[in-house]
């Protein structure tokens, strides 16, 4: 038989995907750790001091302190837009956490945020220079015409502090607004909320949609990333799978294709991650037994998969509880082939035709 050309071969799964499936990582996601580095009262005290206020600049900032500015910026009223110049890991990681990447994404499209790459030392623990000044006030800091906030203190001790005066804030902002003005306009790798949203009823339906628009406003920013045993790209598959969809048109989705299978120019694209990346997450899955994956004879070449959701609980549980059930699931034990372990007594699973919704 001749191999899959085209849509088909975009279907294929890998060689190895009858394989084993290996120990996954418990890691907690990368924006959770970013976030617990700089501590939840550094995070209140600077959504405080930010709430409110017009035409911030901001530079230098981390991964780990853009929800405290997302926060602050939502509470202000003002529409002029803050100026945000941040670290490049922090833009890189963006593309990789689904719920932060697309609020600030959003914020982004809103015009509510204006995003640049800072170049140069970002580091809190930078040397001080040979004026004696506070490496944190220069890496890190916050300008409006009549505060200054920057963050200070070793590590393991960081504190917000700030300072008011028109002759000190608007030095500040001059040099805060003249770093942000050399900085590189901000890439993401991730695409609005909206556009998001609007691309997954085009692509799969509007009930998908709906229900991925409730995971996200209920998401904690670092509740799920691309490392643990649960990802968001498994919670992507599973959600895939209580609506029946196609693992092809999942894997359209979240790789940034239209529903009619063209992939559209990259400032144009809708991407998520690779699509390709899906199938580790599928396998895991099935092999839990929370889902089905049963192949569909679709036209010559290979048959496509149709997902389908098997677990009771995956299949009851509200879009917010989805992340808790699929963590519960995965940490049930399991037999050294990766199949989920039963206990004295266990039956199979109720089959598809007799479960209800």
Known sequence: ??????????????????????????????????IDEYGEALADALESALAGRSGVVAVGVPLGLLPPVLSARERTTDGAPWRIACRPDAVDALGRAFSLGTAVAEAVAEGTIALRTVAGDASDDAPADDSGADP?????????????????????????????????????LRAAAARFEAATPATLGMPSRDRLLRAASETLDDRFAGDL?????????????????????????????????????LRRWVDGEGSDGEVAPAADRVAVAPGQELTADRRA?????????????MGPGRPKFRLRAVDEALLRATPTEMLSVLRGRFALPVDEDGRLRRGPGGGGRRPVWDRKR
Not at 285 to 297: A, F, G, T, W
């Open 136 to 172: 944190a006030a220069r890496s890190l800091v916050f300008a409006t015409r009549d505060r200054v906030d920057a963050v200070a203190g070793p590590r393991a001790d960081r504190t917000l502090v700030s300072e008011t005066g028109d002759a000190t804030a608007a030095a500040t």
């Open 213 to 249: 628009a409730a995971i996200l406003d209920g998401l904690d920013y670092g509740a799920v990333g691309r490392t643990g045993t649960v990802t968001d790209q498994t919670l992507l598959v599973a959600l895939a799978a209580r609506h029946d969809h196609l693992f092809r048109d």
């Open 285 to 297: 899955l099935v092999e839990r037994e929370l889902i089905e994956s049963i192949k569909v004879p």
């Open 1 to 34: 038989m001749a191999p899959p050309t085209g849509e088909d071969s975009a279907d294929r799964d890998d060689p190895d995907d009858d394989g084993e499936i290996g120990d996954l990582p418990t890691e907690p996601s990368e924006v959770s750790v970013a």
